[in-house]
T-cell receptor, first 114, second 112 residues
Framework: EPEVTQTPSHQVTQMGQEVILRCVPI?????FYWYRQILGQKVEFLVS????????KSEIFDDQFSVERPDGSNFTLKIRSTKLEDSAMYFC????????????FGSGTQLSVL | LAKTTQPISMDSYEGQEVNITCSHN???????ITWYQQFPSQGPRFIIQ???TKVTNEVASLFIPADRKSSTLSLPRVSLSDTAVYYC?????????????FGDGTTLTVKP
């Protein structure tokens, strides 16, 4: 089965630093997403991306966050100035379509902000 | 987005059939029901999706009654490796699939 790949698997950073989380969605998929999961809590939607622009975002996705598809294969999430509360597992997902479509998730990047 | 309610946890033994029920009283006409499985430190994995009646695939069955206000995920003959969190999501034709809300999920523990 095709996979969504995420790098790095673990990222440790100091508060206030910028981090970029990377994802390679499944090659023929058109819709891309970022989620996060704080330890012991729910999987939370952050943002969806289609046709090189954000299609929806949650209230969590504030000005500190940005997403980009810099080339034909990568999809990145940037956090400009990390806070302690940004520590979480970040999951990238992709889907072929958007409506009632199954999502393929990556294994996640565990971000620890110290 | 329809709110879903599931049991927080369930225990079972290897070889048994497990049924996890999800309530979604406010489901809309166009909403589909999707179930995901999540192992610790991994992303959720799609299990099954349905709209009404019964859907079956190689890993599970999904039963949806006529009023569609609930659904039941059925896992036949579970093994230890089925220990995971199971999420029921409800979303419709006008809902961005990615924005479907993951609830608290049901933690299934399969014992030997």
């Amino acid at each position: 089965e095709p996979e969504v790949t995420q790098t790095p698997s673990h990222q440790v950073t100091q508060m206030g630093q910028e981090v970029i989380l990377r994802c390679v969605p499944i090659s023929n998929h058109l819709y891309f997403y970022w989620y996060r999961q704080i330890l012991g809590q729910k999987v939370e939607f952050l943002v969806s991306f289609y046709n090189n622009e954000i299609s929806e975002k949650s209230e969590i996705f504030d000005d500190q966050f940005s997403v980009e598809r810099p080339d034909g294969s990568n999809f990145t999430l940037k956090i400009r100035s990390t806070k302690l509360e940004d520590s979480a597992m970040y999951f990238c997902a992709s889907s072929l379509r958007t409506i009632n479509e199954k999502l393929f998730f990556g294994s996640g990047t565990q971000l620890s902000v110290l | 987005l329809a709110k879903t309610t599931q049991p927080i946890s369930m225990d079972s033994y290897e070889g048994q059939e497990v049924n996890i029920t999800c309530s979604h009283n406010n489901i809309a006409t166009n909403d589909y029901i999707t179930w995901y499985q999540q192992f610790p430190s991994q992303g959720p994995r799609f299990i099954i999706q349905g709209y009404k009646t019964k859907v079956t695939n190689e890993v599970a069955s999904l039963f949806i009654p006529a009023d569609r206000k609930s659904s039941t995920l059925s896992l036949p003959r579970v093994s230890l490796s089925d220990t995971a969190v199971y999420y029921c999501l409800v979303g419709g034709v006008n809902t961005n699939a990615g924005k479907s809300t993951f609830g608290d999920g049901t933690t299934l523990t399969v014992k030997p």
